[in-house]
């Protein structure tokens, strides 16, 4: 089977990789030709664990190229994996997929089916088969078939190849019997539905892991000021399979690429159509409460950050990947440096991209030990093993004040006790006040 796909995202060469790493043979798509000639060598331009690897070994299988034409005249199955960021108004922008569904139309030489994996409001797949019919160059078949993905950054290819389930969305079965053939090799539960439903599959997922973090982030705000201890309650709930034990670790709020685009545009799409997702709009607004929880934190101690020494531990939305979307330190950071903070900040991967948002005003370090040498206070943003593996002494040691404002909870509160540092974390009591330190 001849597949190409649309896009070499984290979306799109993910499923291309993998899709050559089951068999198939692919030609990955891209405007951009620095990029195709970096796939071209065998160079991942994203970091995803376990990524490049794949992509070297079935190089065989693989094309990269600028020329969607040569790609798209006979494939069997071309899968849309372009980008959908969001727009101002929290919907989503579909230009990348309309721009992609026209080139396909004004290439296709032979019956094909055209399989949407970028996250599109529900709907969306009718719309680009209609672009795609009326922009039709040659006399051809086409089918559009919607097919989530659900994979996480930092392990892409493990969700892909051990896919927890495979949803296609078609409206007629013998899309659906294609894209079975494409996917026999993966061994993961396939779902045959509507389109609609496909789409709609995805964006509840995504919603309701968003919430699931929302609610445990408000369990904790309120463990806080009871005084229980949110990662007791969050073990306790996770032993009814029920609930389940996954999505429940409390901290400054969701980021990334996908939760909090999703939550928006679906909200968004219900609000279209005159009915208000209130369970949705609850998990977006806490989401953009906690994010700011540490800086809130930080006034117990100081009426403002203004010449202070302030380390931050982690600039990236999460550990294993280098992106920096809907990150906590890109709203935190802003605030210290208005503040008037000398800001020094930590990250195994994420420096580079954040250097490029802000070149100046920080001191980017490349241990944790210089970033913590003299700050008054310490933020941690992401939960790289780096920082949950660091002897706990160094922060005593190296800090002029050992404040630890903690937004991912990666010490056990026993861990900490003997370390003679005030620790701050989410949903726990806080170890140690400057009058005990001070005794
Ligand atoms: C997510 C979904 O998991 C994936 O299925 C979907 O296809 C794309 O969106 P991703 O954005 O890569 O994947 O990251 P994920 O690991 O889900 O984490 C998202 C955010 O939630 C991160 O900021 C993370 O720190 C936060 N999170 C996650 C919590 O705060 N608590 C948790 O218990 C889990």
Redesign the pocket.
């Known amino acids: 089977m001849k597949i190409a796909v649309a896009g070499t995202g ?1 979306v799109g060469l993910v499923t291309g990789v993998c899709l050559a790493e089951m068999g198939h043979s692919v030609f990955c798509v891209d405007i951009d030709e620095g990029k195709v000639a970096l796939m071209s060598s065998g160079i991942s331009p994203i970091y995803e664990p376990g990524l490049e690897e794949i992509m070297v070994k079935n190089m065989d299988k693989l094309n990269f190229t600028t020329n969607y034409k040569e790609a798209y005249k006979d494939a069997d199955v071309i899968f849309i994996g372009v980008g959908t960021p969001e727009k101002h108004d929290g919907s989503a922008n579909l230009c990348y997929v309309y721009s992609a569904a026209e080139q396909i139309a004004e290439s296709i030489e032979k019956d094909c089916v055209i399989v949407v994996k970028s ?1 599109v409001p529900i709907g969306t797949n009718d719309k680009i088969e209609d672009i795609i019919k009326t922009k039709l160059v040659h006399n051809v078949n086409v089918s559009v078939a919607s097919n ?9 290819v493990r ?1 892909t190849l051990h896919a927890s389930r495979i949803v296609i969305g078609v409206e007629d079965s013998s899309a659906g019997e294609v894209l079975k053939e494409v996917y026999k090799n993966f061994g993961a539960p396939i779902l045959v539905t509507n389109r609609k439903s496909a789409e709609m599959i ?1 964006y509840a ?2 919603d309701f ?2 919430l ?2 929302s609610f ?2 408000e369990i904790a705000n309120l463990c806080e000021i009871i005084g229980a201890n949110v990662d007791d309650v969050a073990i306790g709930m996770g032993y009814d399979n029920r609930i389940g034990n ?14 909090p685009k ?1 939550t928006k545009a679906l909200h968004w799409l219900a609000n279209f159509h005159d009915y208000e997702l209130k369970t949705i709009k609850a998990a977006i607004d806490v989401n953009e409460n906690q994010k700011l929880k540490l800086i809130k934190k930080s006034r117990k101690y100081f009426d403002s950050l203004k010449g202070l020494n302030v380390a931050v531990l982690g600039l990236t ?2 550990p294993g ?1 280098d ?1 920096l979307r ?3 330190s890109l709203v935190n950071i802003p605030i210290m440096l208005e503040d008037g903070a000398k800001v020094k900040a930590w990250d195994p991967v994420g420096i580079n991209s954040f250097q490029k948002l802000h070149p100046d005003n920080i001191t980017y370090c490349y241990t944790i030990e210089d970033t913590l040498k003299d700050a008054d206070v310490c933020f941690i943003f ?2 790289w093993d780096e920082v949950k593996d660091l002897d706990l002494s160094k922060y005593s040691k190296l800090m002029k004040n050992p404040i630890i404002l903690d937004g ?1 909870n990666c010490y056990s509160l026993t861990s900490v006790k003997n370390a003679n540092i005030i620790y701050d974390s989410i949903g726990r009591e806080t170890i140690n006040s400057l009058e005990t330190l001070l005794v």
């Open positions: 984290y996250t989530p993905e659900f994979l996480s950054q930092g392990t892409a969700d995805k997922s995504n892991l968003a699931k973090i445990i982030n996954r999505f429940l670790n409390s901290g400054i709020g969701y980021g990334g690429s996908c939760f999703d939305f999460k990947t992106d809907e990150a906590p992401t939960e991912r």
